[in-house]
């Protein structure tokens, strides 16, 4: 029924930025909160932001002041802006949406922080 297909995943130095992009593909007739999570090898899937239909915003305190979520409602679309990147941000993002009425995963984009 409906995809998650994300992007802007890769390799950046600490200090920089990434932007990750994730787009609903496939009958989408609904789309409520979107977020994206974040795991780790050998750590629990832990939530990064999530986002709303109507805008509202939610951070995890370690990427609060760093990270911004923002959504496309025509585009069917998610974002990740990711700034002041850090060792510990390194991690597998998916992106997360509750989209007709059904809770929708990515397939996950690695993320390292690295120098």
């Known amino acids: 029924q409906v995809q998650l297909v994300e992007s802007g995943g890769g390799l950046v130095q600490p200090g920089g930025s990434l932007r990750l992009s994730c787009a609903a593909s496939?009958?989408?007739?609904?789309?409520?909160?979107m977020g994206w999570y974040r795991q780790a090898p050998g750590k629990q899937r832990e939530l990064v932001a999530t986002?709303?239909?109507?805008?509202?915003?939610n951070y995890a305190d370690s990427v609060k002041g760093r990270f911004t979520i923002s959504r496309d409602n025509a585009k069917n679309t998610v974002y990740l802006q990711m700034n002041s990147l850090k060792p510990e941000d390194t991690a597998v993002y998916y992106c997360?949406?509750?989209?007709?009425?059904?809770?929708?995963w990515g397939q996950g984009t690695q993320v390292t922080v690295s120098s």
């Open positions: 997360n949406a509750f989209a007709n009425f059904h809770n929708t």
């Open positions: 986002i709303t239909g109507g805008g509202s915003t």
């Open positions: 496939g009958r989408v007739f609904s789309i409520g909160t």
